[in-house]
């Protein structure tokens, strides 16, 4: 699986942004799909997750109830709306997918990972 992220950019603090993610190769409808997001000097954290089938979803505590994580099974492309951005949420974010669908908040579940997109959020 080849997975490709985009949408990210600069944005004032309240302000919205839509991540995409797009997935070539061949999914599984028990793939697990994960957001997940690296500012400089931190590890890389956990966002939202979600699975192509299904409506179960995931989020960390500090995202609950600003961002939204969605998919499109026919694009086979996932989304991330991130609403009311703060600027604590700069950072790198990646989209991922663990074709087992073991623990969705740990990096370390995931086998495949896109390449990144730049979020910053100005104060």
């Known amino acids: 699986v080849q997975l490709q992220a985009s949408g990210g950019g600069l944005v004032q603090a309240g302000g919205s942004l839509r991540l995409s993610c797009e997935a070539s190769g061949r999914t599984f409808s028990s793939d697990v799909m994960g957001w997940f997001r690296q500012a400089p000097g931190n590890e890389r954290e956990f966002v939202a997750a979600?699975?192509?089938?299904?409506?179960?979803?995931n989020y960390a505590d500090s995202v609950k109830g600003r961002f939204t994580i969605s998919r499109d099974n026919a694009k086979k492309t996932v989304y991330l709306q991130m609403n009311s951005l703060k600027p604590e949420d700069t950072a790198v974010y990646y989209c991922?997918?663990?074709?087992?669908?073991?623990?969705?908040?740990?990096?370390?579940?995931?086998?495949?990972w896109g390449q990144g997109t730049q979020v910053t959020v100005s104060s």
């Open positions: 991922a997918a663990d074709r087992y669908g073991g623990i969705w908040s740990s990096a370390k579940e995931y086998d495949y």
């Open positions: 979600i699975r192509w089938s299904g409506s179960s979803t």
